[in-house]
């Protein structure tokens, strides 16, 4: 499992479970809407409204075993190569396959 990072605000793990972003901001951001970019679900993208405070991290989990910031309890995300996840905050959205 890897990170991804567009090196200014956020970095978030996108490979299987759990979705982890972090905040390498010095401001706090707000994560308005977490989705998959490869076959969305049609109850997709997932409105969160979660603030994560600077250097602070945010876990988003999905399937049966989720406990933290469940999206749902289908397995919507793995590392196949196709799929992504798109996260749109009150800084920017980013787009990026797993």
Same mark, same amino acid.
């Given at each position: 499992?890897?990170? !991804?990072?567009?090196g200014?605000?956020?970095? /978030?793990? *996108?490979?299987?479970?759990?979705? @982890?972003?972090?905040?390498? $901001?010095?401001r706090?951001i707000?994560?308005?809407?977490?989705?998959?970019?490869?076959?969305?679900?049609?109850?997709?993208?997932?409105?969160?409204?979660?603030? !994560?405070?600077?250097?602070?991290?945010?876990? /988003?989990? *999905?399937?049966?075993a989720?406990? @933290?910031?469940?999206?749902? $309890?289908?397995?919507i995300?793995?590392?196949?190569?196709?799929?992504g996840?798109?996260?749109?905050?009150?800084?920017?959205?980013?787009?990026?396959?797993?």
């Open positions: 499992m890897g990170f !991804v990072s567009n200014r605000w956020t970095r /978030f793990e *996108t490979s299987g479970e759990p979705l @982890i972003i972090k905040n390498n $901001r010095s706090s707000t994560i308005y809407r977490v989705g998959s970019t490869y076959r969305p679900c049609s109850y997709e993208p997932f409105r969160v409204r979660k603030v !994560v405070k600077p250097g602070k991290r945010v876990q /988003f989990q *999905t399937g049966r989720a406990r @933290i910031n469940v999206l749902t $309890r289908n397995y995300y793995n590392d196949d190569g196709r799929v996840v798109k996260v749109v905050t009150s800084v920017g959205t980013l787009k990026k396959h797993c």
